[in-house]
């Protein structure tokens, strides 16, 4: 997964070809489905903590919830490329690069996440070092909040509002917004 989500920043497209039509077919399959990748990854990510602390689990059922967890990732970095493959079209280009500073946190989240899970289960004494323990939480807060707001804050621009005179403000992002903060509000029980 650390691998994964690695490769997606060094390896992140450039876009090339014909720009889409208008703003809102740039987005249409985008924020939806990374609205959807969140909420799974959370419930995801809860059933493999449980999976973790649970002193019967078998081999099979952590496995089964990283392969689950995993391709989630997977899908969260296609959705990343697929902003990209595509110019968005001429006078929003801005927003292609703010819609894309959201999957970036949210990815940025995850990576950082699971290499501090990865350093506690191999170098334990540096982690009790580092952390105090080595105890490993899996809180994981996907915090997006910000980048959000300054999409939608470059969305009620008033220069931005002539470019998109018939794409109304996305209020899918809100919801993104909400459905984060409701994923770490049950994942941090």
């Given at each position: 997964?650390?691998?994964?989500l ?50 019967n ?32 079209p ?89 459905g ?10």
């Amino acid at each position: 997964m650390i691998a994964l989500l690695r490769s997606a920043f060094v390896n992140r497209q450039v876009s090339s070809g014909v720009p889409w039509p208008d703003f809102q077919s740039a987005i249409a399959g985008i924020l939806p489905r990374l609205a959807d990748c969140t909420a799974a990854f959370t419930s995801s990510h809860n059933r493999l903590g449980q999976n973790l602390c649970w002193e019967n689990a078998t081999d099979d059922q952590i496995c089964q919830a990283v392969e689950e967890v995993q391709s989630i990732i997977e899908e969260l970095v296609e959705i990343y490329r697929s902003l990209w493959q595509r110019p968005f079209p001429p006078g929003v280009e801005k927003g292609q690069i703010l819609c894309s500073a959201v999957i970036e946190r949210i990815m940025r989240t995850m990576l950082e996440h699971f290499e501090q899970a990865v350093f506690v289960v191999e170098k334990p004494k540096e982690a009790v070092a580092r952390f105090g323990s080595v105890e490993v939480h899996l809180q994981l807060v996907l915090e997006a909040d910000k980048k959000i707001e300054a999409f939608n804050q470059w969305l009620a621009n008033e220069t931005c509002e002539l470019a998109l005179e018939k794409t109304p403000r996305y209020d899918g992002l809100g919801t993104l917004a909400a459905g984060l903060l409701l994923g770490w509000w049950i994942g941090r029980d």
